[in-house]
């Protein structure tokens, strides 16, 4: 994609534990993974953001690009998001390189932007939202709902995360993108969840 990219560079902190996907809002899904290619005839994605990677800083304005785990988003790893909208339906795309090969990573687009600590990117953005918190049920929590981004490296460690939707974002609402380390699970009280989360790019959708 030729959007966004984000490097990550320099030594970094880990910074108030690492988060699991289920954090407040953190929505499911019931269906697998959002690996699946976007529609044929969807616009080419647009740039969204464009940043290296640092660690978070202990106070004031956040980096727009934040890694909270070096040992599974090595430094030197790069991540890159954007979008297209058309008729009402959503294109999200990540592309992703340097990470560790042939690993699974969830990725989601969260509805706040990367703070100093993994949980601060708040819940999955959700076009309609789960009345409860954290939001763990399939009908919410799905790839139908919410946008889910996983994939799986090749053998150098890239890839790319594909998710198309029947809706557009509200403004001003989905501000970041979140590396999980695992896939999104689709289990009954589980959904939506991806395990902590290891990276964040700052994003406003």
């Known amino acids: 994609m030729r959007a966004t990219v984000a490097t990550l560079v320099g030594a970094v902190l880990l910074t108030g534990g690492l988060a699991a996907c289920s954090a407040p809002s953190e929505a ?18 647009k740039p ?50 340097g990470l560790l090969p042939n690993t699974k990573y969830g990725s989601h687009v969260h509805t706040k932007p990367c703070g ?26 799905n790839a139908r709902n919410e946008i889910w981004l996983d994939f799986t490296t090749d053998a150098q460690g890239a890839a790319t995360g594909t998710a198309t939707v029947e809706w557009e974002f509200r403004k001003g609402e989905a501000n970041s993108v979140v590396v999980h380390a695992a896939h999104t699970s689709t289990e009954h009280g589980k959904a939506g969840t991806a395990g902590d989360r290891l990276a964040c790019l700052t994003a406003a959708f």
């Not at 699946?36 to 005839?41: K, N, Q, V």
């Not at 100093?116 to 929590?141: L, T």
């Open 48 to 97: 969204v953001a464009e940043t290296d990677v640092v660690a978070p800083v202990a106070s004031g304005d956040q980096p727009k690009g934040i890694t909270y785990d070096v040992a599974r988003i090595p430094v030197g790893a790069r991540l890159s998001t954007g979008s297209s909208v058309s008729n009402g339906r959503t294109t999200v795309e990540l592309e992703v390189s």
């Open 116 to 141: 100093a600590k993994p949980a601060d990117s708040g819940p999955h953005y959700q076009h309609e939202k789960d009345p409860v918190s954290p939001s763990v049920d399939p009908a919410f929590a």
């Open 28 to 45: 499911p899904s019931t269906a697998p993974s959002s690996e699946a290619p976007a529609s044929s005839g969807a616009p080419a994605v």
